[in-house]
C-alpha cells in the first residue's frame, strides 16, 4: 500500500508527483500519467502576462485540465502581481485546479528576461512579494517549486523561509541552482538542509526514478519526489515507483507495450482542442521517448520526427515494433 501525503488538507494518493515539463506535460501527458499511478501532476508553466491579456492559445491550456483524471497543479509564472491576479483569477474560474504553482526556477533566458522564473531568485524581496499576493488573491492554495538558489546552492534555507514566510502550502525544489541549469548531481544533502527549514509539504526533484526515489524520501525526509524527465515517454515510471515502494520486482518492457503506450498518449494528444497540424509538431518530441532503450535509437527517431498526423505516426509505431520483433535494423 504507497504512502500517501497531504498539502492543505488534500490527501495525495502517493508520493509521487510529475513535474512541469514545458512542451510535454499537456492533458495528454498527464491523464496518462494519472492512469498509470501519478499522485499528483503538474501543468507546462503557462505565462500569467499571456492569460491576462486573454491569449486564447494560453486560455486553452488552462481549460484542458477539465479533462484530468487526477489531482493537478497549475503552474503560473511572472513577474507582475497585478497580472498575476488576473491569472489566478482566470484559472479559479476556467479550471478544477487543486494548486497554483509559481514557478521560481526555470533557467531559459525566454522567462529570466521577463524578470520570472529563476531570475526571481536573485531579488528574494520581489520574489516574496508576488508569492504573498498570490496566496492573498487565492482561493486556491499556492505552492511553488523553485531550485537551491541562483548561484549558491546554499541559499536553499534561506528561500524556503521566504517561501514559507510568504504563507505557500508547499514546496518542491530542484536540487540544483540555476546556473546547474540540469547538469551535474543534484545537492540531494542541501535538499535535506532545506527541508529542515520547511514546515510545509516539501517535494524533493532532481534525477529521481524508481531506483532512488525511496533512498531520496528517506535521507532528505522529503514528502514525496517529482519526476521530470524521467516521465517523458513513460507514464509507466510511476507504476514501477508504486511496485518498488511495494517491494515488487520492476517488469523489463516489452517493445509492443511501449507501443501501446505511444498510442495512448496519441489519442489523448490527437483529442486535444489544439490543431492537429500543431499537435503533430509538438509530438515529435516525447515520441521517440517512448522507444528508450531500444536499440537504433537515432533510426526510430528518424522514422518519429517526420509524422505530420496521427496516421502517420500510427504507421511509424508499427514498423518500429515490426523490425524491433524481428531483429532488423531499422533503415532510414
Ligand atoms: C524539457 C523540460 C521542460 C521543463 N519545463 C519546466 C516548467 O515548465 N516548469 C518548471 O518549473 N520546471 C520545468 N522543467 C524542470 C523540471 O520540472 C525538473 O525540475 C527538472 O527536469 C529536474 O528534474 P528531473 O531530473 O526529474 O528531470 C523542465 C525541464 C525540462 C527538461
Do not use: W
Not at 77 to 105: K, M, P, W
Not at 123 to 135: E, N, P, Q, R
Not at 167 to 180: D, L
Not at 247 to 276: C, D, F, H, I, K
Amino acid at each position: 500500500m504507497a504512502k500517501k501525503f497531504t498539502i492543505a488538507g488534500l490527501e495525495l494518493a502517493n508520493r509521487y508527483v510529475q513535474a512541469p515539463l514545458a512542451g510535454f506535460s499537456d492533458v495528454a501527458m498527464r491523464i496518462a500519467a494519472a492512469r498509470h499511478g501519478a499522485g499528483l501532476v503538474y501543468t507546462e508553466m503557462i505565462s500569467a502576462a499571456a492569460l491576462a491579456r486573454h491569449s486564447e492559445e494560453t486560455l486553452e491550456m488552462v481549460r484542458e485540465t477539465k479533462r484530468d483524471e487526477c489531482p493537478v497543479a497549475l503552474q503560473l509564472f511572472g513577474s507582475d502581481a497585478e497580472e498575476l491576479r488576473t491569472a489566478i483569477r482566470i484559472c479559479e474560474a476556467e479550471g478544477r485546479y487543486a494548486f497554483l504553482d509559481f514557478n521560481l526556477g526555470c533557467p531559459v533566458p525566454k522567462v529570466m528576461k521577463q524578470d520570472a522564473g529563476s531570475h526571481l531568485l536573485t531579488d528574494l524581496d520581489k520574489a516574496y512579494s508576488l508569492v504573498k499576493t498570490m496566496v492573498e488573491t487565492s482561493s486556491i492554495p499556492i505552492v511553488v517549486k523553485t531550485r537551491l538558489g541562483y548561484s549558491n546552492p546554499e541559499d536553499c534555507v534561506k528561500i524556503v523561509q521566504m517561501l514559507v514566510s510568504a504563507g505557500v502550502s508547499a514546496i518542491a525544489m530542484h536540487g540544483r541552482t540555476r546556473n546547474e541549469f540540469y547538469t551535474g548531481l543534484p545537492h540531494y544533502d542541501l535538499l535535506t538542509k532545506a527541508r529542515q527549514a520547511c514546515p510545509v509539504p516539501f517535494i524533493a526533484n532532481g534525477n529521481i526514478g524508481p531506483d532512488n526515489a525511496l533512498s531520496i524520501m528517506e535521507s532528505t525526509s522529503a514528502d514525496a519526489v517529482m519526476i521530470g524527465r524521467n516521465a517523458i515517454g513513460n507514464p509507466l515510471v510511476f507504476t514501477d515507483l508504486l511496485a518498488v515502494e511495494d517491494g515488487l520486482e520492476r517488469p523489463v518492457r516489452a517493445v509492443e507495450t511501449q507501443a501501446q503506450l505511444l498510442r495512448e498518449q496519441l489519442a489523448l494528444e490527437y483529442s486535444r482542442n489544439v490543431p492537429p497540424a500543431k499537435i503533430s509538431v509538438e509530438f515529435r518530441a516525447a515520441a521517440p521517448a517512448f522507444f528508450q532503450g531500444l536499440p537504433n535509437a537515432r533510426r526510430i527517431r528518424g522514422l518519429l520526427v517526420h509524422c505530420s498526423s496521427q496516421e502517420e505516426y500510427l504507421q511509424a509505431v508499427d514498423r518500429i515494433v515490426e523490425v524491433a520483433r524481428d531483429g532488423e535494423e531499422i533503415q532510414d
